[in-house]
């Protein structure tokens, strides 16, 4: 695929650009992280623009599978949502799409699509940013996966000295790069980029070696009665639920009704199975009333029947889930004793 | 938009008082719901929210639909508050239905226990609406006392019918009754059919699904030819929202029915 390279000087005109078309978002930096902001051309500031960073704190899951949606009204049924201006998303990096390939698998190839995300992930355009820096928290090569996205967005773009250069990797991204001045990149300026590359995956295999029990599906279903082991595992948790709130690739959500005046809202909320009522039914019986069967079962969903029904783990090694834990429970820890 | 969190509004024709705690709903939904023998609906209790059910009525009848539901909950308790010409709202249906075509032929054994009759009776009506397919019909059904019995006169009419073979259990007769006293297995030391060949189909409270598997095991029925009604929390119904999940399967998208052997090596799979 074709790849272009854009001067440092360019690289605000063809953001304004984007910006125009588009309700534009880039990660940049605050605090001690990287956040999502949407672009402001009245203040742009490259400084802040944290292309090269790790992953936002936010998942990219927060502007596709809406944290809280409304999906019905009663008896008058909801009218088609209306064309809005659609997001682009700058610097997606190869983790987050872990999240997009598990909501697509869930909400979208089922014999029911959620016809709200479908248009959401139509919509949206998705640049793609190398990650020439992974941090200690970053694990992305256990799970399969590379500090780059090569597909599964529009362009992959990756920061080199002089500029950024930008692969097409789709119709609509080739259109992206028009009318700016994008040449063609020098052939010294791919190998640049494929250094990088190159090296960051050398930083995540030294920082994590051990590649995963290649059995763990097997595994995890052998230990699931190993009471001992979970415990362990578990002892820190306060179940505070922010390793799956902030997880990409968690796809749990809730259904709840409201009376307004005489019709009623239903809303469409995330939900975490780590909640003691998340399985309970109807008549009060609860298959996961003890915590560490919920805790078990994060590990079923995510290492077993992910990997076993769709090919592969319904994890993207960006390390959100021990960041947040305000017990420091590193999934790594776990993993690597199974 | 075709949008499969919406509704279909629902007019209630009839409330049928079954026992004490269970009443049968008689629904016509604006648009009909193709729903076929052991799948199941999202029912919307306007203002307080959606609960899965399953229809007990024959599938070969669907301008109206009739809902047999037990008084457990907060939905079911507000259901119990509406009267003939209010609004609930249908969606649906979901999961798989019995797969009938695998039951041509073969003897057809079915246990319920309680309320868990309801589903049942979608399944006997189209067996009978097709008697001729089939080997013969088996229908062991316990309750707790006499009052507990659901579709009371409907049983009689049913055991008139050829090739049908019903017998009735209660735990405890508190008036007079000339079936058998004891929990429905009591109903299960003799199986008149040959086990390897013929189809088990059971629904009721999850100790009486435990028990009853067992004893089916027992007889010999294969693990693939025992069909059990899994109460999960089925909230979406679509497969997506994960709160049904039963072991590798989500209850309302693999199910809500599934054989022996599939939920065989699962932890505890009766609530």
Partial sequence: ?338 | MNNPYQPIPTKILDVIEETPNIRTLVLKPEKQIPFLAGQFVELTIPGFGEAPFTPSSSHFEREVLEMTIMRVGRATGALFTKKPGDLLGIRGPYGKPYPLKEFEGRDIYIVGGGVGLAPLRALFLALVHEINKYGKIFLRYGARTPKDIVYKKQLKEWEKIKKVDIDLSVDSADEPWERKVGVVTCLMDEIPCDVKKSVAVVCGPPIMMKFVTKKLLEAGFPGKSIYLSMEMNMSCGLGQCGHCRLGPYFTCKDGPVLTWEQIKDIEEPFL
């Fill in chain 1, 1 to 338: 695929m074709a790849i272009y390279f854009l001067p440092n000087e360019r690289r605000v005109n063809w953001l304004a650009r984007l910006a125009g078309g588009y309700n534009l978002f880039i990660p940049v930096k605050a605090g001690n992280g990287v956040h999502w902001q949407r672009f402001d051309k009245e203040k742009v500031d490259l400084d802040s623009l944290a292309l090269k960073e790790i992953r936002a704190a936010e998942p990219i899951k927060s502007f596709l599978f809406s944290p809280r949606e409304r999906v019905a009204l009663f008896p008058e049924p909801l009218e088609e949502p209306a064309d809005g201006n659609p997001a682009l998303l700058l610097g997606v990096k190869g983790c987050d799409l872990r999240g997009l390939a598990v909501h697509q698998k869930m909400f979208l190839e089922g014999e029911f699509a959620d016809p709200f995300y479908s248009k959401r992930v139509k919509e949206t355009v998705l640049i793609a940013a190398d990650c020439p820096e992974p941090k200690d928290s970053c694990f992305c090569n256990l799970v399969g996966l590379k500090p780059y996205a090569v597909d599964g967005v529009d362009l992959v773009l990756s920061v080199i000295d002089e500029g950024w250069l930008v692969e097409v990797v789709s119709e609509r991204g080739a259109k992206l790069i028009e009318g700016e001045n994008w040449q063609p990149a020098a052939e010294r300026q791919i190998n640049k980029r494929d250094g990088q590359r190159q090296q960051a995956e050398g930083v995540l295999q030294q920082r994590n070696p051990k590649p995963l029990n290649p059995n763990l599906p097997q595994v995890i279903a052998e230990r699931t009665n190993d009471e001992k082991f979970w415990a362990e595992a578990a002892k820190d948790c306060v179940e505070c639920f922010g390793c799956l709130m902030t997880c990409p690739t968690c796809f749990c959500f809730l259904l709840y009704d409201q009376a307004k005046g005489d019709k009623v809202e239903r809303t469409k909320v995330w939900d975490a199975c780590y909640m003691a009522m998340y399985a309970r039914v109807g008549g009060g019986a609860n298959p996961r009333a003890k915590f560490l069967k919920r805790f078990i079962n994060r590990f079923h969903c995510k290492f077993m029947h992910g990997k076993n029904q769709h090919g592969f783990y319904f994890c993207s090694g960006c390390g959100r889930c021990f960041t947040a834990c305000m017990g420091k429970i590193d999934i790594r820890d776990i993993l690597g004793r199974l």
